[in-house]
């Protein structure tokens, strides 16, 4: 999701500182999926059997790309055949035809047919979900998470955030009405196994609060072997609260997130399905969806993945099917009235649909939100890899719905806009991009949101400022007007530098100090850390070090470790000395020029003469930095004498002070640490340089005034934030 903070701080005033080998897993289709297939394909001309187990191998391994084509072509005709539906003309794959499925291992497959009802905002569904136990151990309890239950108001979310905040709910505000939603499992059966919705308990597995109803489990009645499948049929019932928190309505406007019973995560060996918290996202296993969403006809739809088939039903409704593939969540969006746009974008994997589902008073920004999408598209096929699925679409939520803004599901996002934004303010564009780039840190490397949310928001955040200075321009990619710029860098340094010496980027979602906290290190330090990264291993390898981790962990659950592993391989050296201090502590980086001074060499001389002269006078410069804060970074000096000659030195910055003196035939005019502004994490940057007090460098002295104008609105923003 975007951090609100952002947004905050770029509508006010602000200033930047002047300083200024694919490794798939198997491709074999098992059993469980031809038995699906076969299923649904026995009404047409083409059968499947289940019963061997050779032929998957020798068949797919040797026509795999053709045979899989072909089943999915086949399938659509022949679902639509059956159904009576209109064909679609469009794509109606949910990869693009460069693409070898199944991307991932496939864990999960759901069925889901749902209907809402837009008077009352809910809505009725059964879901059939085919789970495959792959955790390699036999398996008879098996947790979902009920995420609509988060708005009650006893429970862990609403506790949590009106204690601390987020994005949606203020400190201590009071409980609304229309916050309410809940997601009720009716009843539950598994396939052979008959009836469980006795079976059915609560679980708290973070906190104690026994009024939290966001995590189920259900306890079979015989185990599952490892590799075997089940298959739940389950019948649950949605009511929506008023937009809040990546889900919810807005007058007829729904945002349909985290919708339905999302079964847990087996990860590092147990069950991973954490209670939704106020700060928290998300973790799920890859599968397949197939959804049919029946609603009032004139209600314009958009989904993840891409839309098969629609039916017009006699009592007014429509009945739209939409298929996704090799993804981790499954979102959808109905109002009526909004206005559709669609373009496609090339990319090296293949022509790409846009789909933009538009406010017609937001109707200015499609354009703009259509440029970023194909322009940060473009950059991250150039730089991380290719994004496979055929479709992206993108959801301009309606005047009030912001909370349903800037929110990321897989090849579906949200934007965020108003009826006017000028030009100069880059809102639409980096939100676009922002959440199209979770589609590769989070949508495609599916970490744990809940407990390493910098492995997806930071990296995501660093991405951002790499990918808006390339499209937007550095300095001014967040605002470019001719009174104040603004850029992504200079944004996070705001949120991050107030919060800086709480939370290690590896505190789990929910344990940080406050909402505050949680953004400004999650999201910000994240990017900081990496741009300061380039500083020691140079852009070209942190960009190199992000490609490998894409294409290594894509449609896995990676780790931090396997990140940081990553970033030490390819920059060949253990930086564990960084990532100790940077992600897994919160040491404060800050040095400082201590003192700097130039007197006459000769000061003691009685007989020296009494007039200067420039270039046969000799001085003695002196300049002591100091290292003010506990993190240890080796920093280069520069400084400058009267004569035009320029020095660097590089000190490792171990010691907390180091004593620079120089004897020349000229004066020191200025010193400055990090001369190159690379050192994103420097706390206060205001400290970093001098100046001597010279009437021939007046034009040296305003920047410097300037600089210590703009430093210290960039630190009133911090402290205000
Ligand atoms: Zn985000």
């Given at each position: 999701m975007a951090a609100s903070y952002v947004i905050d701080f770029t509508v006010g005033w602000s200033f930047g500182e002047p300083q200024a080998s694919e490794v798939r897993q198997s491709g074999r289709m098992n059993r469980e999926?031809?038995?699906?297939?076969?299923?649904?394909?026995?009404?047409?001309?083409?059968?499947?059997?289940?019963?061997?187990?050779?032929?998957?191998?020798?068949?797919?391994d040797l026509n795999r790309r053709f045979w899989m084509e072909f089943v999915r072509e086949y399938m659509v005709f022949a679902q639509l055949c059956l159904a009576g539906a209109v064909p679609l003309l469009a794509q109606t794959s949910p990869l693009l035809p460069s693409q070898k499925a199944p991307l991932s291992n496939r864990v999960v497959a759901y069925q889901i047919e749902a209907k809402y009802n837009p008077k009352n905002h809910s809505l009725d569904a059964q879901e059939t979900l085919t789970w495959t136990n792959y955790t390699g151990l036999p398996q008879d309890r098996l947790p979902f998470h009920l995420y609509l239950n988060a708005f009650q108001p006893k429970s862990t979310f609403t506790r949590e955030g009106y204690e601390a905040g987020n994005r949606d709910v203020q400190i201590g505000a009071k409980w609304e009405g229309k916050r309410f939603g809940e997601d009720v499992i009716k009843s539950l059966e598994v396939v052979g196994m008959g009836d469980l919705t006795d079976q059915l308990r609560f679980i708290h597995p973070d906190d104690n609060n026994a009024d939290d109803k966001t995590v189920v489990e259900v306890q079979l009645p015989r185990r599952v072997a490892p590799n075997q499948s089940i298959t739940f049929k389950i019948a649950f019932h949605d009511q929506f609260p008023e937009v809040?928190?990546?889900?919810?309505?807005?007058r007829d406007f729904l945002l349909a997130g985290q919708w339905f019973p999302k079964i847990g995560v087996w990860w590092k060996n147990s069950w991973n399905c954490h209670q939704f918290h106020a700060t928290t996202e998300f973790f799920a296993d890859f599968g397949t969806y197939d959804v049919k969403v029946t609603l009032p006809s004139n209600f314009n739809v958009g989904a993840t993945g891409v839309q098969t088939a629609e039916t017009a039903n006699s009592d007014g409704t429509k009945t739209l099917v939409f298929k996704a593939e090799d993804v981790h969540d499954f979102a959808w969006t109905a109002a009526p009235g909004t206005k559709i746009v669609e373009d496609t974008v090339q990319i090296s994997s293949g022509t790409v649909k846009l789909r933009l589902l538009m406010q017609p008073g937001h109707m200015s920004s499609a354009p703009r939100y259509m440029d970023a999408l194909k322009g940060t598209m473009k950059k991250?096929?150039?730089?991380?890899?290719?994004?496979?699925y055929s479709q992206v679409t993108v959801v301009d939520p309606p005047h009030g719905g912001l909370a349903a803004g800037g929110m990321e599901y897989p090849t579906f996002i949200t934007a965020a806009t108003t009826w006017w934004v000028f030009d100069g303010l880059k809102i639409p564009e980096s939100v676009v991009e922002h959440e199209f780039g979770h589609q590769y840190w989070y949508g495609m490397v599916g970490t744990n949101?809940?407990?390493?949310a910098w492995l997806d928001e930071g990296i995501n955040q660093y991405t951002e400022c790499k990918v808006m200075d390339a499209l937007y321009g550095r300095d001014v990619n967040v605002l470019n007007t001719p009174v104040a710029t603004a850029d992504e860098r200079g944004i996070d340094r705001i949120s991050y530098i107030g919060v800086a010496e709480y939370d290690p980027l590896t505190?789990?979602?929910?344990?940080?100090?406050?909402?505050?906290?949680?953004?400004?290190i999650t999201y910000s330090k994240t990017a900081l850390v990496l741009l300061t990264l380039e500083h020691i291993i140079g852009e070209a390898k942190v960009r190199e070090a992000q490609h490998i981790?894409?294409?290594r962990y894509r449609y896995k659950h990676p780790t931090g470790d396997d990140f940081l592993n990553t970033v030490n391989e390819v920059a060949g050296q253990n930086l564990g000395w960084y990532w100790n201090q940077s992600v897994r502590g919160t040491q404060v980086l800050d040095y400082r020029i201590l003192s700097a001074e130039t007197h006459r060499a000769d000061w003691a001389d009685k007989n020296a003469p009494k007039k200067e002269?420039?270039?046969?006078?000799?001085?003695?410069?002196?300049?002591?930095?100091?290292?003010?804060?506990?993190?240890?970074?080796?920093?280069t000096l520069e400084v400058k004498f009267d004569n035009g000659e320029v020095l660097r030195d590089h000190w490792d910055g171990q010691d907390r002070w180091h004593r620079y003196t120089w004897q020349k035939k000229a004066k020191l005019v200025s010193a400055e640490i990090d001369p190159e502004h690379s050192i994103l994490l420097d706390r206060d940057r205001f400290n970093n340089s001098w100046l001597a007090d010279s009437k021939s460098h007046t034009s040296g002295k305003i920047a410097g005034y300037w600089m210590l104008i703009t430093q210290w609105f960039a630190q009133l923003l911090a402290w205000l934030a």
């Open positions: 999926n031809l038995a699906r297939l076969a299923g649904a394909c026995c009404g047409g001309k083409f059968v499947v059997s289940s019963a061997g187990g050779a032929y998957d191998a020798q068949i797919l809040v928190e990546r889900t919810g309505y807005k991250f096929d150039d730089w991380i890899g290719p994004y496979p949101e809940f407990e390493e505190r789990w979602g929910w344990q940080f100090l406050t909402f505050r906290s949680y953004g400004g981790y894409f294409e002269k420039k270039g046969k006078t000799e001085y003695v410069s002196s300049v002591v930095v100091h290292r003010k804060g506990d993190f240890v970074l080796p920093v």
